[in-house]
Structures are given as structure tokens and as C-alpha cells.
Nanobody
Framework: QVQFVESGGGLVQPGGSLRLSCVGS????????MGWYRQAPGKQREMVAI???????NYADSVKGRFTISRDNAKNTVYLQMNSLKPEDTAVYYC?????????WGQGTQVTVSS
């Protein structure tokens, strides 16, 4: 089983940028479909971006053109580059790894966009 640990969250001003990282343990990271999700206070968790093992990507409409998901299988890491951040991007961001019937969430990292 693979476990995931996120990092890179923090406080940033509107219009700023952050890069989140999610590192997976284990040796089969490359076959996982990896996703970034977020949950704001009082709201349901929502998909932000997904990247398959083959590199295909999908984004929520709210982040298209601002966020980029990528992966480095040699480092067992998936990234979320977030640009032009808005206050409504404030949330706890989680990574999710999925392969076949197995899935695993990271513990989350807080992103706060505020002046």
C-alpha cells in the first residue's frame, strides 16, 4: 500500500502563487492516478485536478488556466502549481492516489489566500 504526504501550503496574497507537493511511498507510484482535491469550511470536498499514470489531465472549471498538475514518477511526487490565486481558493488541499480498487488520501495541507 502507498501512503501520501502533502506539503507546500501556506498563506499567500491574492494573485500570488504556491506549489503543492504530494510524495508517495512505495515502488508502484507510476501506475497511480493522482488527484488534488480541496475542502473549504462548510463545503464538500471537490476535485481540483487529476493526472493519470499516462499523463492525461483533467481540471475543475474554476481552476483551468490557473493551476497545473504534474508528476515526477522518479521522485514519487505529484505537484499542483497554483497561480493567480483567489480568496475562494482557500481550503485544505488533499492528494488522492488511486489504482484499481485501492485509494489513499493524504492528510491535507492548508492554503489560505488573503491580503
Amino acid at each position: 500500500q502507498v501512503q501520501f504526504v502533502e506539503s507546500g501550503g501556506g498563506l499567500v496574497q491574492p494573485g500570488g502563487s504556491l506549489r503543492l507537493s504530494c510524495v508517495g511511498s512505495g515502488s508502484i507510484f507510476s501506475i497511480y492516478t493522482m488527484g488534488w482535491y480541496r475542502q473549504a469550511p462548510g463545503k464538500q470536498r471537490e476535485m481540483v485536478a487529476i493526472i493519470t499514470g499516462g499523463g492525461g489531465t483533467n481540471y475543475a472549471d474554476s481552476v483551468k488556466g490557473r493551476f497545473t498538475i504534474s508528476r515526477d514518477n522518479a521522485k514519487n511526487t505529484v505537484y499542483l502549481q497554483m497561480n493567480s490565486l483567489k480568496p475562494e481558493d482557500t481550503a485544505v488541499y488533499y492528494c488522492l492516489g488511486t489504482v484499481n480498487d485501492y485509494s489513499s488520501w493524504g492528510q491535507g495541507t492548508q492554503v489560505t489566500v488573503s491580503s
